[in-house]
């Protein structure tokens, strides 16, 4: 104890004054006194570390539960692999997978610059035609996925600008042209409330869907990019239905995406009976907006219908 306190002072200590042989007349570190610099490191026992015996594991071991001064700063060894940049794209980096992956990625950036050109024309008062932005930027992120999938450049860095286009696009972009479109025929402040909570919806459900395990068949809540298309097409067909209705509509569409709910993949949809598009189809000459209100309906009715169905089954 009498050891450990005068090692202690002299360490935070801070000597002022001339001394010999010191010309600055300032020593800012305590040198150890004389009577414990002959002492035998064999009383403490600390000579038996040194042993030439002694593996590398142990060693690691015991320095791992060493006490370490406080007046010393932890050194910590260069790590080799935090070194290393990780390529864009892996596998063979050719000037022909070069190009197919700017392709893939120039269609995410143009799915995203659309998101931004339908944010200004929505400030503009350009509704209908930002919708239309917003329809394209659809088609852009299923471009991007299966042109990546077909020409063999997936990674890593295309599946997170997809979803940080998808974030700009679809959980931003959206909200503000259905705002854009409500207003007028509801408060401002209620329009504000459901298009921020489709925002945060979305970005919930994009990380959700980044961190989790991926399902062929079925989506876990209804996609973002889905939720996106019903409202521009919403919007760029003005549906015929009262400013609150459309509200909680905007409303029960944000609660879908973070749901658990299954929702059934386009892949999946395609492989009904064919009987079963001709409906659609025939509708949609009849009356485009009734039809695609019952489609929506039906779509967003499929998940907790599913969900009970597995409940059931298991």
Known sequence: MRRSSTFARQVLLVRVGRRDGDPSGVTDVALPEPRYTERRRRRYGLDRFNRPGLDRIARADIDAVMPVSPALAPVVEPDEETGRSIPLLPGERTATRRMKFALVNACTLSSLLLGMLA???????????????????????????????????????????????????????????????????????????????????????????????????????????????????????????????????????????????????????????????????????????????LIVVGYLVSGPVLWLRQRRAA
């Open 119 to 293: 944010i200004f024309l929505a400030m503009q008062g350009e509704v209908q035609v930002a919708a239309l932005c917003l329809i394209a930027c659809v088609a852009f992120d299923g471009l991007d996925g299966a042109l990546a999938r077909k020409l063999g450049v997936a990674s890593p860095f295309g599946a997170q600008m997809d979803s940080l286009a998808d974030m700009c696009s679809f959980g931003l972009a959206a909200p503000v042209v259905v705002y854009a479109s409500l207003a007028g025929s509801v408060s401002t402040a209620a329009a504000a409330v459901a298009c921020a909570l489709v925002a945060a919806c979305a970005a919930i459900r994009l990380a959700r869907f980044n961190v989790s395990p991926k399902d062929g068949r079925f989506f876990c809540g209804v996609p973002t990019t889905m939720a996106a298309a019903v409202l521009a097409v919403t919007v760029a067909i003005r549906l015929p239905v009262p400013g609150p209705v459309l509200l909680a509509g905007v409303a029960l569409l944000a609660f879908a995406m973070v749901s658990s709910f299954p929702y059934a993949k386009l892949a999946r949809l395609v492989k009904l009976p064919p009987w079963l598009w001709l409906a659609p189809v025939v509708g949609a000459l009849v009356d485009v907006r009734l039809t695609f209100a």
